[in-house]
């Protein structure tokens, strides 16, 4: 079906406010990860998800970011008490199988997060 | 902090020419992958190539992969100006739990002139 969708495609916040990132993944893919990437670099890992389970978080910045993937598809990324050095482009990924590393991921366009 | 680094970080050449972009990654890998971005879009996968694996081609591509020296090429041959993107090589390592997350490099950034 369709690609990985992600919404709001720009997003532009006052320093302090929480903002929240949606990500549709690829219908009956498993695996869904979230990345970020300043720009004029390349993507860094931030979580990921196996279905509705968070497997690692190794990647989040601080405890203001908070990711959730509740029913195993559509998942939100969360930044409370936003900082300047939020501001990036945050991407979405899926990929169809679960432990198996040897397949691509698919990505989204990516959320451009703004902090004033 | 990134895995490795890609070289040339920047690559201006005519439509029709070859382009060779190169990564280096530091530790052990399942597998590495190119990824093509254009200007303000997401990353489209190219192509993956095994830790047991040496060359791969798909289509005008040409991966290489060499473990003892932990790099990897892509080659694109009979450039076109819709090729013109910035080029990530990103690795896998087949750890438990982590689903095959990616470290990328900084990328190449390709420009293809008419």
């Known amino acids: 079906g369709a690609g990985v969708s992600q919404s709001p495609r720009y997003k532009v916040a006052k320093r302090g406010q929480d903002v929240a990132l949606r990500c549709d993944p690829i219908?009956?893919?498993?695996?869904l990860f979230w990345y970020q990437q300043a720009l004029g670099q390349g993507p860094e890992f931030l979580t990921y998800?196996?279905?509705?389970?968070?497997?690692?978080k190794s990647g989040l910045p601080s405890d203001r970011f908070f990711a959730e993937r509740p029913e195993g598809s559509v998942s939100t990324l969360k930044i409370q008490r936003t900082q300047q050095e939020d501001s990036a482009v945050y991407l979405c990924?899926?990929?169809?199988?679960?432990?198996?590393?040897?397949?691509?991921?698919?990505f989204g366009d990516g959320t451009r997060l703004s902090i004033l | 902090s990134q895995q490795g680094e890609e070289d040339p970080q920047a690559l201006s050449i005519q439509e029709g020419e070859n382009a060779t972009m190169n990564c280096s990654y530091k530790t052990s890998i399942n597998n590495l992958q190119w990824y093509r971005q254009n200007s303000g879009r997401g990353l489209v996968h190219l192509i993956l190539?095994?830790?047991?694996?040496r060359e791969k081609h798909s289509g005008r591509l040409r991966v290489t992969l060499d473990t003892s020296k932990k790099s990897s090429s892509l080659l694109i041959t009979a450039s076109r100006a819709a090729d013109t993107a910035s080029y990530f090589c990103?690795?896998?390592?087949?750890?438990?739990?982590?689903?095959?997350?990616?470290?990328f490099g900084q990328g190449t950034e390709l420009s293809v002139k008419p």
């Open positions: 219908s009956g893919h498993v695996s």
């Open positions: 998800f196996q279905n509705e389970a968070q497997l690692d």
């Open positions: 990924a899926s990929s169809l199988r679960t432990a198996h590393s040897n397949q691509p991921q698919h």
């Open positions: 990103a690795t896998a390592r087949d750890v438990y739990n982590q689903g095959g997350k990616l470290i």
């Open positions: 190539i095994r830790s047991n694996e």
